[in-house]
């Protein structure tokens, strides 16, 4: 069955980096593209980047000013979604979801809590 | 960027009565290919995000058909024919026609 597994949850200081990492297994990985949206604390949902694993290709939200950056292992088939120059307000639930053709997210990771606290 | 708005952002339901929730873009959502990518996702209390309809009006596989999607252009809408406890939790229009991709701000359903 399809699975997209996440990394544990993570706390960081403000200014720091951290790294989500996205495991598919139950699928080619290479056949789908791989999104990263995140979710703080009772809001909705923020798209963030995107990448075909197939080659690499990614796509970012301009709302977080290059701060944001996806890699894939197709070896390892995962994805890793890097966000820098951490503040409170990327406290925050981050998912990724495999797209389809039709461009919704047919599976979701479990998602990872990470917390950005003094 | 797409602004997606949905109304209302509460519904209280009555067990068997139905539900409806409305989706309006601030621009069409009708892609170069024809298609329109509005899809709908149900988020239940502490778990990820679920995929219910894509494309308008599709139900995914394992879906209940009471559930059904409907619109064009920029306005859509989700409704349940008979509103059961396991529907309870938030649900997102999303648009999937232009990036960056963005939600409505969610609509929780809840029992009366």
């Known amino acids: 069955q399809v699975q997209l597994m996440q990394s544990g949850a993570e706390v960081k200081k403000p200014g720091a980096s951290v790294k989500v990492s996205c495991k598919a297994s139950?699928?080619?990985?290479?056949?789908?593209?791989v999104h990263w949206v995140r979710q703080a604390p009772g809001q909705s949902l923020e798209w963030m980047a995107w990448i075909d694993p197939a080659n690499g290709n990614t796509r970012y939200s301009q709302h977080f000013q290059g701060r944001v950056t996806t890699t894939r292992d197709t070896s390892a088939s995962t994805a890793y979604m890097d966000l820098s120059s951490l503040t409170s307000e990327d406290t925050a639930v981050y998912y990724c979801g495999r797209a389809t053709s039709s461009g919704s997210y047919d599976y979701w990771g479990q998602g990872t809590l990470v917390t950005v606290s003094s | 960027d797409i602004v997606m708005t949905q109304t209302p952002l509460s519904s209280p339901v009555t067990l068997g009565q139905p539900a409806s929730i409305s989706c309006r873009s601030s621009q069409s959502l009708v892609h170069s290919d024809g298609n329109t990518y509005l899809s709908w996702l149900q988020q239940r209390p502490g778990q990820p995000p679920r995929l219910l309809i894509y494309k308008i009006s599709n139900r995914l596989s394992g879906v209940p058909d009471r559930f059904s999607g409907s619109g064009a252009g920029t306005e859509f809408t989700l409704k349940i024919s008979r509103v059961e406890a396991e529907d309870v939790g938030v649900y997102y229009c999303m648009q999937s026609t232009h990036f960056p991709r963005t939600f409505g701000q969610g609509t929780r359903v809840e029992i009366k």
């Open positions: 139950g699928y080619t990985f290479t056949n789908y593209a």
